[in-house]
């Protein structure tokens, strides 16, 4: 089977624009990559062993099992794939703060993906059906990322991005997705630490600032995409910013 957390060496430096953006003091983020490896990786460590009743669990996507969850993710790591392979001659529109810009609360379509998702997920006849395709799926974007050069443009969803912010939209996108497949999980392991520092990172590049509170990752990452109510206390910190929540979703 597959493996999404092997990877190829890579010695690529990270692009200009991630140089630039960073703080004297901070941290250099990891090579996005590694980033997707990870979250990719750790996601199939808990879909792997699920049971067929398991994958009926709800999750914390509104109307989404276990299963309609990780067909979404599926698709995303398939999109991802193409993605890779879809050089672009434009100059780049997103990066991957603002890619996620567009991403706002949409009842009709949302409903429509849920309709979707469940239908087609519904269609597998054991999860590990499912599971089996996450792996060789993920495995694939992970093998094409440590071959990618970070600065190249590539296209996806009518937008072009460095294929660097791109891997770490994915990233983003699979942890968020993680802290909702493990809501009726209780022992499954959570999402990596580097995936959730880079679902930091764009929160904090959409809000502006370092979000002003004492949330953890976790907790920021589901309040700043409408998955927890913000409480009293978190309005009080926020200010004018709480009107801005969810920053996507």
């Known amino acids: 089977m597959p493996n999404p957390n092997e990877r190829e060496p890579n010695e690529q430096e990270p692009n200009e624009q991630e140089q630039r ?17 990870a979250a990719y990786g750790a996601f199939d460590a808990v879909v792997a062993p699920l049971s067929d009743e398991q994958s009926w669990l709800p999750t914390g996507c509104t109307g989404w099992s276990v299963r309609d ?52 997920a519904g269609m597998f006849l054991h999860v590990d059906q ?14 094409a990322a440590a071959a990618a050069s970070v600065d190249r443009p590539v296209a996806t969803q009518g937008h072009v991005l460095r294929s660097g912010d791109l891997l770490r939209t994915l990233a983003v996108e699979a ?41 953890d990752d976790a907790h920021y990452a589901r309040a700043a995409t409408g998955r927890a109510p913000l409480t009293a206390a978190d309005r009080d910190h926020l200010g004018a910013d709480a009107a801005r929540f969810p920053l996507f979703g």
């Open 21 to 37: 953006g960073r703080e004297p003091n901070e941290q250099e983020p990891p090579h996005p990559a590694d980033v997707v490896r």
């Open 69 to 120: 969850l990780v067909f979404h993710c599926v698709s995303d790591a398939q999109r991802g794939l193409v993605a890779l392979h879809t050089p672009s001659d434009r100059a780049p529109d997103r990066d991957a703060v603002t890619y996620w810009e567009d991403w706002r609360p949409e009842p009709v379509g949302a409903a429509a993906g849920r309709r979707f998702n469940r239908v087609v």
């Open 130 to 143: 499912l599971w089996e395709l996450y792996a060789q799926t993920a495995a694939a974007v992970v093998h």
């Open 175 to 215: 942890t968020i997705h993680h802290l909702d497949l493990v809501v009726s999980l209780p022992d499954a392991a959570g999402p990596p630490q580097q995936g959730l520092a880079e679902v930091r990172r764009t929160l904090d590049g959409l809000l502006g600032r370092p979000a002003p509170t004492a949330w």
